[in-house]
């Protein structure tokens, strides 16, 4: 009756143990835990509820956040692997209907971090092709998903990690090989060593896409910085975007409204209101992120024009929107910290220049501590409103 992987010894490593499992698992839930919290961050800050605050400085945060959030999903590529390959003789334990129920709640949770794994890695691709989902709302629940089996799985596990952990021999083994010698540490060492070494080389090999000086040794990073037009990657091009001629035209007006005001102005009219300078990033949600020098007006400047006071500012919010007449970011909102910060720009200049039509001609919005995505380009409307 027993072929197959249902021999009795049909999984001979030694290696496989409920420690070694343990090992992989903490390390496993950690990292797992981390892209869980900066991916809900990275999604309250785009879709924020009422009670969520979201502030304009450190400058860099989100950078940061979603920096980490890309790097510890891709660390877990291997880590994933190893326990997955030190479980997985269980799927074949006898008899097989036994554990049913055990191995279906198990299947949910690793069907759900594959999932995440390997959207995510689609995305930092940008190779949508094979998701014929929206990425950002799949990746979002499904993320709801694998830390509700996780907390799950945890509840269930816990014991036989304590056990494994606690009592160094003998060890239990997985494998239904019998009288087994105990596996030395230092082959579990090793193993657990080469996993985490190569948790490394990828990190390593795709932080250049948000540290520059790791920049020419990234070879997995798809945007890197110091590429593109101005030395700054480009997400969306004016063409692929329809936008080129609309951005290109002479007769280009930029509106801007709230208070009960209109003012309409043309390039040569912003270029004439104060013009100031701040080093920003662009921080994608994929994972890579570049800094600007931009130049331009202060969006609180404009807001000023309306009559806006200080505390409309701050409980305020201004709505941008592009000359796109269609996509997903072609509006963003811009809240109150942000609205009243001083570096938030309609930026006109980049690096001293014009804005290349990539990069935003005429005008593009850039703010502190906000996602790429909500740094709109080619504005053609700026909303200011007061919440009070
Ligand atoms: N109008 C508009 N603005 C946009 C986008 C877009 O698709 N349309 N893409 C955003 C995204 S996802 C990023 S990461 C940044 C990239 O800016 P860059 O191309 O100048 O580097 O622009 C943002 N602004
Ligand atoms: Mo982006």
């Not at 930029?254 to 040569?268: D, N, P």
Request: glycine share 10%; charged share 15%.
């Amino acid at each position: 009756m027993r072929r197959g992987p249902f021999r009795p010894d049909a999984f001979p490593s030694a290696l496989r143990s409920t420690r070694l499992t343990s090992q992989l698992g903490i390390a496993l839930g950690v990292a797992f835990l981390v892209c869980f919290l900066t991916g809900l961050i990275s999604h309250l800050v785009q879709h924020p509820p009422r009670w969520f605050w979201w502030p304009s400085e450190p400058a860099g945060l989100y950078r940061f956040t979603q920096g980490l959030h890309v790097a510890t999903g891709l660390a877990t590529v291997p880590l994933l692997g190893a326990k997955l390959w030190s479980v997985y003789p269980r799927l074949f334990t006898w008899p097989p209907l036994k554990h049913a129920a055990e191995r279906l709640s198990v299947v949910v949770l690793v069907a759900a971090a594959l999932f995440q794994l390997v959207s995510g890695l689609l995305n930092v691709a940008h190779e949508y092709r094979p998701m014929p989902f929206f990425f950002t709302t799949a990746h979002y629940w499904a993320g709801w998903l694998v830390i509700g089996a996780l907390l799950v799985h945890v509840g269930v596990q816990l014991p036989v990690v304590r056990e494994a952990l606690r009592s160094r021999a003998p060890r239990v083994r997985l494998s239904r090989g019998h009288g087994a010698p105990p596996v030395p540490d230092a082959d579990r060492r090793q193993l657990l060593l080469t996993v985490g070494a190569a948790a490394g080389v990828i990190t390593v090999a795709t932080l250049g896409q948000t540290v520059r000086p790791l920049a020419a040794i990234s070879a997995l990073a798809p945007r890197r910085p110091g590429t593109g037009p101005q030395g700054l990657p480009v997400n969306r091009t004016a063409a692929a975007a329809g936008v080129r001629d609309a951005a290109l035209d002479p007769g280009y007006r930029l509106t801007v409204t709230g208070f009960g005001r209109t003012v309409e102005l043309s390039l040569a009219d912003l270029a004439a209101l104060p013009q100031h300078t701040t080093v920003l990033p662009i921080a994608c949600v994929e994972g890579w992120s570049a800094v600007g020098t931009w130049s331009g007006v202060r969006l609180r400047d404009l807001a000023g024009l309306l009559g806006a006071d200080e505390a409309d500012l701050t409980g305020g919010e201004a709505e941008v929107e592009s000359l796109q007449t269609a996509g997903r970011y072609r509006t963003s909102t811009v809240a109150g910290p942000h609205l009243a910060d001083d570096r938030t720009l309609i930026a006109l200049r980049l690096g001293g220049e014009p804005l290349a039509v990539d990069h935003g001609y005429p005008a593009r919005l850039i703010a502190p501590n906000r996602p790429g995505v909500m740094q709109t380009k080619w504005l053609t409307r700026v909303t200011i409103r007061s919440l009070r």
